[in-house]
């Protein structure tokens, strides 16, 4: 159990116990069912998402403001190795639980185009930084524990012996994703949302702190429906970037690094069918597809 976040100590508002319970019952039935579950998170986290948290982070800020038809503010703190991140924009609710425990489904399927995470999947990304991740919104939260997920794993595998061979065979780690656990709190003051990652290890606190340095421009360029990013990392002054356009250029302001000017275009439409007949469906849901040039300029461009 997780010293950061509480267990909810009344109430189920988004339904975890029954997504839990579909889990493990899945898992009972079909020992096969866990060791996929348990391949999709380990690919998404040791794969291209290990060095996305940020972005992961940023991208689901930038969904949730446009959704709630908001300006997009996301403020990220590195401190007494917990990072956490807050953001306005449309707070979390039972779809959205289901669609962060569900590892290959989003509840993006049918947003507007203006959408720019990928089906959901992209939350794995915590998992780079910490075993027991929490989101909180402004009715109630969900959280994940590894260690409790393995101990729901493995009372479940008293019944199923192929469950527990598969267990074993991984040294006890679980797909902890997939196990949510209500969560009290709920998001402070101006913001909708909070992600609360109290961080595994030294390597952890280090990459997290790498990838926040790393924020720039860039983030707000990609995605518009930010407007500003505030970086804290301990004692450090905090960092705030700002966007705004003033006619033809986008200016970004950065508290340590002064302004740029930004000369962008966009363009965006429609894949045909036929360039993704053989895609995924969750892909052929969303065909849309959008992209942004950007030059720094001086004043005068």
């Known amino acids: 159990m997780s010293m950061f976040v509480q267990p909810a100590a009344e109430g189920d508002p988004f339904g975890t116990a029954r997504l839990r319970r579909g889990v493990l019952d899945a898992w009972a039935a079909s020992p096969a069912r866990f060791r996929e579950d348990a391949n999709a998170e380990e690919d998404l986290v040791l794969g291209g998402y290990r060095d996305r948290l940020v972005v992961e982070l940023a991208q689901n800020a930038a969904d949730a403001a446009a959704r709630a038809g908001v300006p997009g503010r996301l403020r990220l703190t590195l401190r007494d190795g917990v990072l956490v991140?807050?953001?306005?924009?449309?707070?979390?609710?039972a779809a959205g639980v289901?669609?962060?425990?569900?590892?290959?489904?989003?509840?993006?399927?049918?947003a507007r185009e203006s959408a720019v995470g990928r089906f959901g999947v992209g939350f794995a990304a915590v998992l780079a930084v910490t075993d027991e991740p929490a989101v909180v919104g402004?009715?109630?939260?969900?959280?994940?524990?590894?260690?409790?997920a393995r101990g729901l794993a493995e009372e479940t595998a008293r019944h199923s012996p192929g469950l527990g061979d598969e267990i074993r065979r991984r040294d006890g780690h679980v797909p902890l994703l997939r196990l949510p656990f209500p969560a009290e709190g709920t998001a402070p003051d101006p913001y909708d949302t909070v992600v609360i990652l109290p961080l595994r290890d030294t390597a952890a606190a280090?990459?997290?702190?790498?990838?926040?340095?790393?924020?720039d421009d860039a983030l707000l360029l990609a995605l518009p429906g930010l407007q500003e990013v505030v970086v804290e990392i301990g004692d450090e002054k905090p960092r705030t970037l700002s966007r705004r356009t003033d006619g033809a250029f986008t200016i970004v302001e950065d508290s340590s690094d002064g302004v740029t000017h930004w000369?962008?275009?966009s363009a965006h439409g429609t894949l045909t069918p036929d360039l993704l007949a053989d895609r995924p469906v969750e892909e052929r849901l969303r065909p849309h597809w959008s992209v942004t040039w950007a030059v720094p300029v001086d004043a005068y461009g």
Do not use: M, Q
Not at 138 to 147: D, E, F, I, K, T
Not at 209 to 215: I, K
């Open 138 to 148: 402004r009715h109630g939260g969900v959280r994940w524990s590894l260690a409790e």
């Open 98 to 110: 289901e669609s962060l425990s569900t590892l290959r489904a989003s509840a993006k399927r049918d």
């Open 85 to 93: 991140a807050v953001n306005t924009g449309a707070p979390l609710d």
């Open 206 to 215: 280090d990459l997290a702190e790498r990838l926040l340095h790393s924020v």
């Open 263 to 265: 000369r962008t275009a």
